[in-house]
């Protein structure tokens, strides 16, 4: 089974850019799809964006669409997301995930979240006014 450990969450200011982490470990023989959600105080987790190992293939968000950038490192077994023209609203505890079954363009439906494999532990990022 993989770990996730995250790391790159900080204090940013509004229109600023901030680039989260996302390092794996563990024994793995099959491809795994990965990405990121966030959860902001007293609201729901949502679907920021998601990578595929197989192809590279990358899906997002509306909400970040054209701002975020989700990318890989296969030699370190890394993915990360660059987050530029930050907003207030992007405010939010960012976790990213790994899952061998379902592909990342299925990671926008909530019936999907339940069934990922591994989670990461959380980082904060916090985007003032």
């Known amino acids: 089974q993989v770990q996730l450990v995250e790391s790159g969450g900080g204090l940013v200011q509004a229109g600023g850019s901030l680039r989260l982490s996302c390092a794996a470990s563990g024994r793995t023989f099959s491809s795994y799809a990965m990405g990121w959600f966030r959860q902001a105080p007293g609201k729901e987790r949502e679907f920021v964006a998601s990578i595929s190992w197989g192809d590279g293939g990358t899906f997002y968000a509306d909400s970040v669409q054209g701002r975020f950038t989700a990318s890989r490192d296969n030699a370190k077994k890394t993915v990360y997301l660059q987050m530029n023209s930050l907003k207030p609203e992007d405010t939010a505890v960012y976790y990213c995930?790994?899952?061998?079954?379902?592909?990342?363009?299925?990671?926008?439906?909530?019936?999907?979240?339940?069934?990922?494999?591994?989670w990461g532990q959380g980082t904060l990022v916090t985007v003032s006014s």
């Open positions: 995930a790994a899952d061998r079954t379902y592909y990342g363009s299925s990671w926008f439906d909530p019936l999907v979240w339940e069934y990922l494999e591994v």
